[in-house]
């Protein structure tokens, strides 16, 4: 019996990354899907559970993908809407990398150590990997925000967030790198979460700062997110605060996105998004 991925997506071409970590992962094969919304998915999703006998559904699994979190999101629900009884699939939902990555980055640093009581940073983090990465802080038991150049766009993601997981993050705008710097002030944690190649931070900022003690950026195209961190730091010291780049936890968050393909296959009916995906890297850590 083949291990059957659907990897679906939103964008029109689905994202190459993806399929190669579908079958890094252990697919035997990855269909994949692009311009997959909530009202065709439908028989993408009947294909999937009305196939194959009950014993051997768990061959077949679904993989959501895609750069918009909310798209994601909302085809992630429509997917398992489809599912009763046992007609249905394990499925992940993980838009550009949001789960694996945030996952990875805020297991790192909260190794071996407690994060409940500080205060952590989220700097642009409206994107799928900064939102993400604020919900796993907060599990941690700290108080997060999370910083736009538009307010509205902070809030909004805040305003999802709450609305999916039940979770408190402060939408703050900060439009320059100084404006970001202010938001880390009396701060522990700072999660980098700026797109490709978006400065976000000088590095006087972060080491004039005596509150910070951790630092991740997620951002591995120069030039990075956070100046003076490099792309493959590793809970390195620096000016003592603990940093890692995005290549020093990108391990990690490869082997967990494989992983948790992998665990697709083990059964019919996992559902695999934040909590899950953050318990597996907690693990892998
Ligand atoms: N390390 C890994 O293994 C790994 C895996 C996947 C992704 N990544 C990286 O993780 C980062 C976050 O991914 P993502 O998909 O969540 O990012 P994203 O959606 O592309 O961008 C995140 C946010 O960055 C802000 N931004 C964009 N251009 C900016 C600029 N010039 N200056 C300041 N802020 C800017 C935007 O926020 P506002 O418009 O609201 O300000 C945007 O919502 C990316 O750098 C991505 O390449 C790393």
Same mark, same amino acid.
């Given at each position: 019996?083949?291990?059957? +991925? ?5 964008? !029109? ?12 992962? %252990? ?38 993908? #895609? ?49 409940? %009581? ?6 642009? &983090? ?72 978006? !400065? +976000? ?20 195209? !120069? ?16 000016? &003592? ?20 393909? #992998? ?23």
């Amino acid at each position: 019996m083949k291990k059957l +991925l659907l990897q679906l997506d939103p964008d !029109p071409i689905p994202a190459t990354f993806d399929t190669v970590v579908g079958y890094d992962g %252990g697919a035997d094969h990855v269909v994949t899907y692009g311009s997959i919304d909530p009202d065709n998915v439908q028989w993408i999703t009947d294909g999937a559970i009305f196939t194959r006998a009950p014993k051997e559904k768990r061959y077949t699994a679904i993989f959501v993908g #895609g750069s918009s979190m909310a798209k994601g999101e909302a085809l992630f629900k429509a997917v398992k809407k489809k599912f009763f009884a046992d007609f249905r699939v394990s499925v992940m939902l993980d838009s550009n990398g949001s789960n694996t990555t945030a996952a990875a980055g805020v297991a790192v640093m909260a190794k071996n150590r407690s994060l409940a %009581g500080k205060k952590a940073v989220v700097l642009a &983090g409206t994107g799928p990997v900064g939102m993400r990465a604020a919900v796993m802080l907060v599990r941690e038991g700290a108080t997060v925000a999370l910083t736009s150049r538009k307010m509205e766009r902070a809030q909004a993601s805040c305003d999802q967030i709450r609305e999916r997981f039940g979770l408190t993050v402060t939408p703050v705008q900060a439009v320059s790198n100084e404006e970001r710097a202010q938001t880390l002030r009396d701060a522990h944690v700072c999660f980098a979460a700026g797109a490709a190649a978006a !400065p +976000l931070l000088d590095k006087a900022h972060w080491q004039a700062n005596p509150t910070l003690e951790l630092i991740a950026d997620a951002n591995a195209t !120069p030039p990075l997110g956070v100046d003076g961190v490099e792309m493959f730091d590793k809970a390195k010291d620096r000016d &003592g605060k603990i940093v890692w780049g995005a290549i020093g936890f990108g391990a990690l968050k490869l082997a967990v996105h494989r992983a948790c393909i #992998g665990k697709l296959f083990e059964a019919n009916d996992l559902v695999l998004d934040a909590e899950e995906i953050y318990a597996v890297a907690k693990e892998m850590a």
